[in-house]
C-alpha cells in the first residue's frame, strides 16, 4: 500500500523508460563491434561517396561510434587534401 | 521424413530455458508427437528433475557419443508419455567432453525416428552453445523483460545468425502485470521493437511453476497454471497454428474490484 501511494506521487519516469533507453544505447555499441564488418563497410562506403566531390587522405581518416548518456553517435574525422571542381 | 531440431537457448542463466524445454517438450506429447528432449548443459544436469526422471538415469549423453552404450539405452522414457524421451546430460563431465561431431552423430540418429528433437542448450556463448545451436535448423530464444537478459539475446540473435539459424523465435518469460501497469517493467511491444523477432509466446511469471519444478510435474499439465496455458499456446503455435497472445493485465486492485462489484460488470 505504501507503494502504491508513493507511486502516485512519485517525480521519476517509470524504470521501464530507462530500461529501454539504456538498452537501445547499448546495443547500438554491441551490435557494431559484434559484426566487425559494419564499420568497415560504412568506413569504404563514406569514401566512396566523398570522394566524388573532395579529395580526402584515406590514412588519416577516423570513424568512431561514441556515445553520451543520451545518445550514441557516428564521429567522423576527415582530412580533406584538394576539392574537386565540381560540373555544373 | 527427418523431425524437427530446435534448440532452446538464452545467453543468459536462469531465464527460464529448462523449464520452456520441460513444457514444450511435454506439450507436444500431449498431442501425440513423437518428442525427445535433450539436455545439452554437460555437468550442470538440471532437465531430468524438472521433469522428475532423477531417479532413473543410468547412462548420459557422453556415454551414448562415446559408445559405451547403445543411444536408445541412454533415453529415459518419461513417466506420463510413452512418445516423450530425455538425453540427459553428464553430470561428471564438463562441456568439452562432447565434439560437435558426436553431437552430429546422435542428432542425426535421433531425428530419423523423432517428430522433434528440442535440445536444452547450456547458458553462455562457449564450446557448448556452440555444439547446441550448431546442430539445430530452428531456435527458440528465451528472454525475461530485464536489461541484462534481452541484450544477451540480442547477442545470441547475432550468433545464430552466423549459424544460419536466420529467423528465430522469441519466448518472453515472467512478464509481472502489476509492475507494466506501473510502468517498472518492459512490455512486450518494448521488447519486440529491440529484438524485432518472430514473437513465439509471452509467460506470466507464475508460482505455480516453482510449485511444478518442486514437484517434477511440468506446469503445461496443470490447468489452473496461466505459465501452464501460455506452453500450451506456445506448442500450438510451435503445431502451426494461429493462436492470439495471452493478454498481460494485472488483476484489478482492491478499489477495482470493489468498483466492479457497484457497477456488476
Known amino acids: 500500500m505504501g507503494l502504491e501511494i508513493k507511486k502516485l506521487f512519485r517525480e521519476d519516469p517509470p524504470s521501464k523508460s530507462q530500461a529501454v533507453e539504456r538498452l537501445r544505447l547499448v546495443l547500438i555499441h554491441d551490435r557494431a563491434k559484434v559484426s566487425s564488418g559494419l564499420m568497415e563497410v560504412l568506413r569504404e562506403e563514406i569514401i566512396k561517396a566523398i570522394s566524388k566531390y573532395v579529395e580526402i587522405d584515406e590514412e588519416q581518416m577516423d570513424i568512431e561510434l561514441n556515445s553520451t548518456e543520451k545518445q550514441a553517435e557516428l564521429v567522423a574525422n576527415i582530412p580533406v587534401v584538394k576539392v574537386r571542381r565540381v560540373l555544373d | ?265
Not at chain 2, 522433434?116 to 562457449?126: F, L, Q, R, T
Not at chain 2, 523477432?197 to 511469471?205: A, E, F, Q, S, W
Request: with cysteine; glycine share 8%.
Open chain 2, 1 to 265: 521424413m527427418a523431425g524437427r531440431v530446435i534448440v532452446v537457448t538464452s545467453g543468459k542463466g536462469g531465464v527460464g530455458k529448462t523449464t520452456t524445454v520441460a513444457n514444450i517438450g511435454t506439450g507436444l506429447a500431449l498431442r501425440k508427437k513423437k518428442v525427445v528432449m535433450i539436455d545439452a548443459d554437460i555437468g550442470l544436469r538440471n532437465l531430468d528433475v524438472v521433469m522428475g526422471l532423477e531417479n532413473r538415469i543410468v547412462f548420459d549423453i557422453i556415454d551414448a557419443a562415446e559408445k559405451v552404450c547403445r543411444l536408445r539405452q541412454a533415453l529415459i522414457k518419461d513417466k506420463r508419455f510413452d512418445n516423450l524421451f530425455l538425453l540427459p546430460a553428464a553430470q561428471t563431465r564438463n562441456k568439452d567432453a562432447i565434439s560437435l561431431k558426436q553431437m552430429k552423430e546422435l542428432v542425426d540418429e535421433l531425428k530419423a525416428e523423432f517428430d522433434y528433437v528440442i535440445i536444452d542448450c547450456p547458458a553462455g556463448i562457449e564450446h557448448g552453445f556452440d555444439n547446441a545451436i550448431s546442430v539445430a535448423t530452428e531456435a527458440i530464444i528465451v528472454t525475461n523483460p530485464e536489461v541484462s537478459a534481452v541484450r544477451d539475446a540480442d547477442r545470441i540473435i547475432g550468433l545464430l545468425q552466423a549459424k544460419e539459424i536466420y529467423e528465430p523465435m522469441l519466448v518472453l518469460n515472467r512478464l509481472r502485470p502489476d509492475m507494466i501497469k506501473n510502468g517498472d517493467m518492459m512490455d512486450v511491444d518494448d521488447i519486440n521493437d529491440i529484438l524485432a523477432i518472430n514473437l513465439l509466446g509471452i509467460i506470466p511469471d507464475d508460482e505455480e511453476i516453482i510449485i511444478s519444478t518442486n514437484k517434477g510435474e511440468p506446469a503445461i499439465l496443470n490447468h489452473h497454471s496461466k505459465a501452464g496455458e501460455a506452453f500450451r499456446n506456445i506448442v500450438a503455435r510451435i503445431e502451426g497454428e494461429s493462436v492470439p497472445f495471452m493478454s498481460i493485465n494485472a488483476e484489478p486492485g482492491i478499489f477495482g474490484r470493489f468498483w466492479k462489484m457497484l457497477s456488476g460488470k
